[in-house]
């Protein structure tokens, strides 16, 4: 081949690799501008691999990355094809540049699922995976929700002397939750519990109920104990609220006998509560669902007068506050 023959032929892929360069090529580095020709593709190290170079031009890829659009010498004149270039490997390359060394030379990672024109062929049609083919834009299904839903049922039991007039309670408990981290989640939620009167009061007053309701805020720290397995460890505050209903006629109020069955007293105040437990992962790596089990306790303020009878004075008291403790099992879930 003449040196004009050469000449012209560098000409044409040096003319088609500009009119074929993608929008917003982006130069590699100023050592080699917008355009990296055969001598300096040599120079550098660049595409060592790649016989028959007349030229190469970057744009950025769909990945974060960068896509080289390499115009070779063959049948017929000015073939092109694409490369991915990771954003790691292209930042390996300028800085060698910048020190007036050679790159390394081991080619960029041709990898089929992101590239737009992957050098090596397609898989025939049947052994082609599910989902969007190579080169094309990934749906846009929007980010996965960050939400999560817990739920939980139990039981809780009372260790000051509001256990005394009532029995044990149903603890159940809703919750959003917002993860703050890998291993962080704030949580706002409403809990109540349903209880009974016990059984030597309900001989003088005939059946009675008694009700706790929470509204709280709440983190819980997570730490991995396991391959899908986390403990956890929560801590809660908010204002509580007590409803008892007595029943029977055997308490008096305001002069009269409460004949219609009830007398209702409701104490509200603040307080907290601790959680500790473990919270396993259903499903794969991928899934956002967990099945719990905590142990619970907590303690808020309260009227130590549950019954006060009017025209005599006499009262039913309890302590100055009410501490609980329990068990629950519950379900995690991504919205």
């Known amino acids: 081949m003449t040196r004009d023959v050469k000449i012209l032929l560098l000409l044409l892929g040096l003319a088609s690799a500009a009119a074929a360069a993608p929008a917003g090529t ?20 660049l595409f060592p691999d790649v016989p028959g170079l007349v030229c190469a031009v970057f ?9 080289a659009r390499l115009t070779i010498a063959g049948d017929p004149p000015g073939s092109h094809r694409e ?35 992957p050098e090596v062929p397609l898989p025939a049609v049947a052994a082609r995976p599910d989902g969007p083919r190579p080169g094309l834009p990934v749906p846009d299904v929007g980010p996965p929700g960050r939400w999560l839903l817990l739920t939980d049922v139990g039981w809780k039991h009372a260790t000051t002397a509001f256990g005394d007039y009532f029995t044990d309670m149903l603890r159940v ?33 005939d059946n009675g109920r008694a009700a706790h309701y929470g509204i709280e805020l709440g983190a819980r720290a997570l730490l991995p104990v396991g391959e899908r397995t986390d403990a956890v460890l ?37 307080g907290g509560g601790l959680d500790v437990g473990l919270r396993r992962r259903l499903g794969g790596a991928d899934s956002r669902r967990w099945l719990a089990a905590t142990l ?6 309260a009227d130590p007068v549950l019954l006060q009878d009017a025209i005599s004075g006499d009262r039913l008291l309890a302590d100055d506050h009410d501490d609980w403790i329990g068990a629950s099992i519950g379900l995690i879930m991504g919205l």
Do not use: I, K
């Open 26 to 45: 982006v130069p590699l580095h100023p050592a080699v501008g917008d355009t990296v020709d055969a001598g300096e593709a040599a120079r550098w190290g």
């Open 59 to 67: 744009a950025p890829g769909p990945r974060g990355g960068f896509l």
């Open 83 to 117: 490369r991915n270039v990771p954003r790691s490997l292209w930042d390996g390359w300028r800085r060698s540049l910048d020190a007036g060394e050679p790159v390394s030379g081991v080619p960029p990672e041709v990898n089929r699922d992101t590239a737009v024109w």
């Open 173 to 205: 408990s809703v919750a959003l939750g917002l993860p703050l981290g890998e291993n962080f989640l704030a949580t706002a939620g409403l809990q109540l519990g349903l209880g009974d009167l016990q059984d030597d009061f309900e001989d003088l007053t």
């Open 234 to 270: 929560g801590v809660r505050g908010g204002y509580y609220l007590r409803s008892l209903r007595w029943g029977g006629t055997l308490f008096w109020g305001y002069g009269s006998v409460y004949r219609s069955g009830s007398l209702v007293r409701e104490m509200s105040d603040w």
């Open 296 to 301: 619970h306790a907590e303690t808020c303020a």
